[in-house]
């Protein structure tokens, strides 16, 4: 077999390994359990708190409660109704509600994962709204002896949604569109999010009756910022500075439509914003205004990936060129010409020692879209821009013996059937034949057909989990 095809096989394996490690019945059932006669309810080892010193004990607790939404959010539901087991499931009256996208649900006996958003695009719908409304009604109707859980996991933002008043869900839905389009990164995307919602920024948590509420976490955000992941539904209200807001109006490629929109969201928001201590920010842990005492728990993150990643190439015989999260947001073309220099350094490595090296990063770029565009996303047009560095603008031969891909942790990569894409030898070669150049399909975003045709696209189907995405190079010293 050539040395192209073991590549390719490594490749997929370190994929699966990224996968299964952030997978969230495993973190779940792996980091939280049942201890002692009362039920005390641990996380990897030490009991779980919520407000000074008050542990979860269930033998001292009534019905529980299960809402959320992501893509995780199914396979969270799955570890807790294993983590109560059936005695408890019916002593405590588990029951809920989670909002997941296509391809994601699952039949469980408790709790419902209801499907409410088509696979390709990641914009809330009236199925969304109308499960997030049933949310809203199960936790509102606990008691104080009661415990909820909020489950909340990447591509919660889209997925758990109830427009301010004055908004409708349309408008919402076009300003989503026209900020995701205009490159806007997520940290500023999920902070308008927050401004135009009214279950976003710690509004879910506030609705809820019960005396104790515990949020399970998957972070698809780089920093892990508990504000920032599915908007923060449980977090406190926070007011944006007035500079921070500004900034979000005069953006260039915002309408004036929307802007109008964020203008009165805004006005609206900072008049709620809870006064809380920096802690309490940073934490997650506070107190509602009903008197829930809130705490959220972390179980997955993209630094998490990047180490079974690490692990994984490790295993297969690579070397370690880096390993890192990047917490900043960076274009697609600039993380594509990156890459491209970084190739070019471990070249130069591998011909003093020798040997196989891989280089892996936790991100996620941002794309500015044209009015004009094809099809693809930003894990496809990273790896093109990458090529089209190599190819065209150092206009060199594709080296041999390298393979760079990058893809979407939760196997989706804009709306698109693919998580992603990779280029090696083969797939640069048959780029050099295709009609569209790759200065072409950068330009009008159309990464997607191209790497179809040259056979680049990294294809998984839904993963059930999201935690943004990781970009792989493996480099061989020799290739045939």
């Known amino acids: 077999m050539s040395s192209i095809h073991h590549q390719r096989e490594h490749l997929l394996s370190v994929v699966s390994a990224i996968t299964s490690a952030v997978n969230p019945y495993r973190l779940l059932t792996e980091r939280l359990a049942l201890e002692s006669s009362k039920d005390v309810l641990t996380f990897d080892g030490n009991p779980v708190s919520v407000g000074v010193q008050q542990t979860i004990e269930l033998q001292e607790t009534g019905k529980i409660c299960v809402v959320g939404g992501g893509k995780a959010a199914a396979g969270f539901a799955a570890g807790l109704e294993h983590l109560f087991g059936s005695d408890r499931l019916h002593k405590h009256k588990v029951h809920g509600l989670v909002s997941v996208p296509e391809g994601c649900g699952i039949q469980l006996d408790h709790i419902e994962v209801r499907e409410t958003r088509n696979r390709t695009h990641n914009l809330p719908t ?39 008043a004055h908004i409708s869900l349309q408008s919402l839905v076009h300003l989503t569109k026209n900020l995701s389009h205009a490159g806007v990164d997520i940290q500023t995307l999920n902070t308008i999010r927050r401004m135009t919602s009214k279950v976003k920024a710690g509004g879910l948590a506030q609705t809820c009756t019960a005396g104790k509420l515990i949020v399970l976490v998957l972070s698809d955000v780089l920093d892990d910022s508990l504000a920032v992941i599915g908007s923060g539904p449980c977090m406190p209200r926070i007011v944006e500075p007035p500079s921070a ?7 260039a490629n915002i309408p004036e439509c929307d802007r109008a929109i964020i203008s009165e969201a805004a006005n609206e928001y900072v008049k709620e914003h809870d006064v809380l201590s920096r802690h309490q920010i940073n934490s997650g842990d506070w107190v509602t205004p009903k008197g829930c005492r809130v705490t959220h728990l972390t179980l997955g993150t993209n630094a998490l990936a990047v180490e079974a990643a690490a692990t994984a190439s490790t295993a297969l015989g690579y070397e370690i060129f880096s390993a890192t999260t990047n917490t900043y947001s960076q274009t697609a073309n ?23 090296q891989s280089l892996l990063e936790g991100g996620e770029a941002t794309v500015h879209v044209p009015l004009e565009h094809g099809l693809g996303g930003r894990n496809q047009h990273t790896v093109v821009a990458a090529a089209n560095d190599i190819l065209v603008q150092q206009k ?15 196997g989706e990569d804009g709306p698109t059937s693919a998580a992603g894409g990779f280029i090696d030898l083969d797939v640069a070669k ?46 061989h010293p020799t290739s045939d």
Request: with cysteine; net charge negative.
């Open 334 to 356: 600039t993380v594509g010409s990156r890459l491209a220099t970084s190739v070019s350094i471990m070249a130069s490595r591998e011909a003093t020692k020798n040997y196989p």
């Open 430 to 475: 048959s780029l050099a034949c295709q009609p569209k150049s790759l200065t072409e399909a950068i330009s009008k975003c159309d990464s997607h057909e191209l790497l179809k045709s040259a056979g680049g696209l990294i294809e998984t189907g839904p993963t059930g989990t999201n935690v943004a995405d990781i970009r792989i190079v493996l480099t």
């Open 245 to 251: 807001i500004e900034d979000i109006l005069l953006h």
């Open 396 to 410: 060199r031969e594709w080296p041999a013996g390298t393979l760079i891909a990058s893809f979407g942790t939760d």
């Open 126 to 164: 009236d199925a969304v709204v109308q499960a997030t409304h049933e949310m809203v009604e199960q936790l509102s109707a606990l008691k104080q002896e009661d415990l909820a859980f909020v489950l909340i996991t990447g591509g919660a933002s889209a997925l758990l949604e109830s427009p301010r």
